[in-house]
């Protein structure tokens, strides 16, 4: 079966200007989590939705926002681009009863 | 509060050697663990996980984890490196109550020597 996919997987964008990431879970899964990784602060969690409700939320601005939908694809929006936003953004997916998240390979998004 | 603490950013190793990387964690609530491996420009991927089951966990690709809560240490191993095994590894803890976030340490990279 499919595994996680992540769109586009790279993006270069100016700061100021916003941008949407998309992530499409493994089907079947309604659990989307997703996680920022930078050199310098390593792999911090970002949002966890399940079943099109945000179940938890990281330490990150209100500039950071998500969204699921019922076929339990998410998004994830970052508005008004700080150079600092530049990181690899990766996506992962819980199945119902399981404990083991499956990693999308990411979007890297460079901010000039 | 949980956290992970990965000791040596770096690991190297002869092709053949024991590989060690090193975790401790803290958390208030009995944690479940993982080993994750990263590949250049790839996203993470589960090596092996602790639930609170048996304490000596075998993953994929010959890695084996021991849990020891006396010492809060889940370090992984495996008996003889590969040069395939060259990349970087993180350890992450997570509550797995109401949420499947998972906190990660600051990663360790293995270097395989031929």
């Known amino acids: 079966k499919a595994g996680v996919t992540q769109t586009p997987r790279y993006l270069i964008k100016t700061r100021g200007q916003q941008v949407t990431l998309s992530c499409s879970p493994i089907s079947g899964h309604r659990s989307v989590s997703w996680y920022q990784q930078t050199p310098g602060q390593g792999l911090q969690f970002l949002f966890e939705?399940?079943?099109?409700?945000?179940?938890n939320k990281g330490n990150f601005p209100g500039r950071f926002s998500g969204r699921q939908f019922s076929n339990s694809r998410s998004e994830m929006n970052v508005s008004t681009l700080e150079l600092g936003d530049s990181a690899l953004y990766l996506c992962a997916s819980v199945g119902t009863g399981s404990d083991e998240q499956f990693f999308g390979p990411g979007t890297r998004l460079t901010v000039l | 509060a949980q956290s992970v603490t990965q000791l040596g950013s770096h690991v190297s190793v002869s092709e053949g050697a024991l590989v060690l990387l090193r975790c401790n964690y803290s958390?208030?609530?009995?944690?479940?663990l993982f080993w994750y491996v990263q590949y250049p420009n790839q996203g993470l991927q589960l090596l092996l996980k602790?639930?609170?089951?048996?304490?000596l966990v075998k993953g994929i690709n010959g890695f084996e984890a021991e849990f020891k809560k006396s010492e809060t240490s889940f370090h992984l191993t495996k008996p003889s490196a590969h040069m395939s095994d060259a990349a970087e590894y993180f350890c992450?803890?997570?509550?797995?109550?109401?949420?499947?976030?998972?906190?990660f340490g600051s990663g360790t990279r293995l270097l395989v020597r031929p």
């Open positions: 939705y399940f079943s099109e409700t945000q179940r």
């Open positions: 992450a803890v997570s509550r797995m109550d109401s949420s499947y976030k998972l906190i």
């Open positions: 602790y639930t609170s089951a048996a304490t």
């Open positions: 958390s208030s609530v009995p944690p479940y």
